[in-house]
């Protein structure tokens, strides 16, 4: 056992799944352990939410392709800080800590996988190279089934290696918001009999918004609403598609948000039209808000949702798939309460942060003792 830290490596702290739940970790930790957070790629809006007198954070900076600096300067960060254990947050960072870590004394790194790209397949150089890359202490992490079987199946890690912890949620944020709820629906620009559909992800090819837009072609003349929350590089181009669309009275995109339980709890129905994920947080927080949701049914989703229970899963890519599921949460009350009420209780039950965050801390402390400060 050890006094020394945890290192939590990332890519930055933008706003995405992975960096929430990195942060709400280090905040967690931090109670009980001394915790430092190194980015490899820059800072991000999410940095403002530690408490820098007991989570310190640093850039190691990254170049694009195998930067063998970025592996030097990490290799330095790790001779400095001593860490008793390292949280490397998505593949890269773990790569890039296995091969600095192998320059330097030993340390052991818990690789948390947080979702994979698409589409997602098998190369065989990397499927080799991580059996090297694994050491005899280190611990992998999926956050969800489908994420466990893509690093066995398509990045060589060996089954028995690899945990699955459910991402989590804090629904005590949530508890509090429905008070605010026509405030909110007032700032959306909802009349009474308007049905909000919210959409919270970053703007990204992956989040697939242009079939979320499509969707609201067949659904101009009718009461539901689109409401897309978030920032990214596709933002911009979605903006102009629904202005191409004459969209603007049924959709409407808000940008970054931090409001995120209000603006949930302000809505009727949840969106998310991925093309691939692993346990996406929003939906899980939409849960928390009680909201049915519908989804693509791709990655780990199915694992959060269950369809016809909590919500309505549809085929990725396929527009007249959503504009028919939300039509019908749209038209039928009792419905939308029913998924609501079943998607809370799931919620509290399998996502709960007090639940994600033990089984984190159980692992983390086989490498650093309690109250070590």
Same mark, same amino acid.
């Given at each position: 056992?050890?006094?020394?830290?945890?290192?939590?490596?990332?890519?930055s702290?933008?706003?995405?799944g992975?960096?929430?739940?990195?942060?709400?970790?280090?905040q967690r930790?931090?109670i009980?352990?001394?915790?430092?957070?190194a980015l490899?790629?820059?800072?991000?809006p999410?940095?403002k939410?530690?408490d820098?007198q007991?989570i310190?954070t640093?850039?190691?900076?990254?170049?694009p392709?195998?930067?063998?600096g970025?592996?030097?300067r990490?290799r330095r960060?790790?001779m400095?800080?001593m860490p008793? %254990?390292?949280i490397a947050h998505?593949?890269?960072?773990f790569?890039?800590c296995s091969?600095?870590?192998?320059? %330097?004394k030993?340390?052991?790194i818990?690789?948390v996988?947080?979702?994979?790209?698409y589409p997602?397949?098998k190369?065989?150089r990397?499927f080799?190279?991580?059996r090297?890359l694994?050491r005899? *202490?280190?611990?992998?992490?999926?956050?969800?089934?489908? %994420?466990k079987?893509?690093?066995v199946e *398509?990045?060589?890690?060996?089954a028995?290696?690899?945990?699955?912890i459910? *991402?989590?949620?804090d629904?005590r944020?949530?508890?509090s918001?429905f008070a605010?709820?026509n405030d909110y629906?007032?700032?959306l620009?909802?009349m009474?009999?308007d049905?909000?559909?919210?959409h919270?992800?970053?703007?990204d090819?992956l989040?697939d918004?242009?079939?979320?837009?499509?969707?609201?072609?067949d659904?101009?003349n009718s009461?539901?609403?689109?409401?897309?929350?978030?920032d990214?590089?596709?933002?911009?181009?979605v903006?102009?598609?629904?202005?191409?669309?004459?969209?603007?009275d049924?959709v409407q995109v808000l940008?970054?948000?931090?409001?995120i339980?209000?603006?949930?709890?302000a809505?009727?129905?949840?969106?998310?039209?991925?093309?691939?994920?692993?346990?996406?947080?929003t939906?899980?927080?939409?849960?928390m808000?009680?909201?049915p949701?519908?989804?693509t049914e791709v990655?780990?989703v199915?694992?959060?949702v269950? *369809?016809g229970?909590?919500?309505?899963? %549809?085929?990725?890519?396929?527009?007249d798939?959503i504009?028919k599921?939300?039509r019908?949460?749209?038209?039928?009350?009792?419905?939308?309460?029913?998924?609501?009420r079943?998607?809370?209780?799931?919620a509290?039950?399998?996502?709960?942060?007090d639940?994600?965050f033990?089984?984190y801390?159980?692992?983390?402390s086989r490498?650093?003792t309690?109250?070590?400060?």
């Amino acid at each position: 056992m050890s006094e020394r830290c945890i290192l939590e490596v990332l890519h930055s702290l933008d706003y995405g799944g992975a960096e929430v739940l990195a942060v709400r970790l280090a905040q967690r930790f931090s109670i009980k352990y001394p915790v430092a957070i190194a980015l490899i790629d820059g800072r991000g809006p999410l940095e403002k939410h530690l408490d820098t007198q007991r989570i310190r954070t640093c850039v190691i900076g990254r170049t694009p392709g195998l930067d063998w600096g970025c592996v030097f300067r990490l290799r330095r960060m790790l001779m400095e800080r001593m860490p008793a %254990v390292i949280i490397a947050h998505q593949y890269t960072p773990f790569f890039y800590c296995s091969v600095a870590r192998s320059l %330097v004394k030993h340390f052991p790194i818990i690789y948390v996988e947080h979702g994979r790209f698409y589409p997602d397949h098998k190369k065989l150089r990397r499927f080799l190279f991580n059996r090297f890359l694994l050491r005899k *202490n280190d611990v992998i992490v999926a956050v969800g089934h489908a %994420v466990k079987r893509a690093l066995v199946e *398509n990045e060589g890690f060996p089954a028995r290696r690899v945990s699955v912890i459910y *991402n989590g949620v804090d629904s005590r944020r949530f508890d509090s918001c429905f008070a605010k709820r026509n405030d909110y629906r007032r700032l959306l620009g909802a009349m009474p009999d308007d049905v909000i559909v919210t959409h919270v992800a970053r703007f990204d090819p992956l989040k697939d918004h242009l079939t979320a837009v499509k969707a609201m072609q067949d659904l101009r003349n009718s009461a539901i609403k689109l409401v897309l929350v978030g920032d990214g590089p596709t933002r911009t181009e979605v903006e102009a598609i629904v202005r191409d669309m004459k969209l603007g009275d049924s959709v409407q995109v808000l940008g970054y948000r931090e409001d995120i339980p209000e603006i949930l709890m302000a809505s009727d129905i949840f969106l998310l039209t991925s093309l691939n994920e692993g346990i996406p947080v929003t939906i899980i927080e939409a849960m928390m808000a009680g909201l049915p949701v519908v989804a693509t049914e791709v990655g780990g989703v199915s694992e959060i949702v269950v *369809n016809g229970e909590t919500g309505l899963l %549809v085929p990725p890519g396929n527009p007249d798939a959503i504009a028919k599921a939300l039509r019908q949460l749209a038209t039928d009350v009792d419905l939308r309460i029913r998924l609501g009420r079943a998607g809370r209780q799931r919620a509290e039950i399998l996502f709960s942060e007090d639940r994600m965050f033990a089984e984190y801390d159980a692992i983390v402390s086989r490498f650093i003792t309690p109250n070590a400060q």
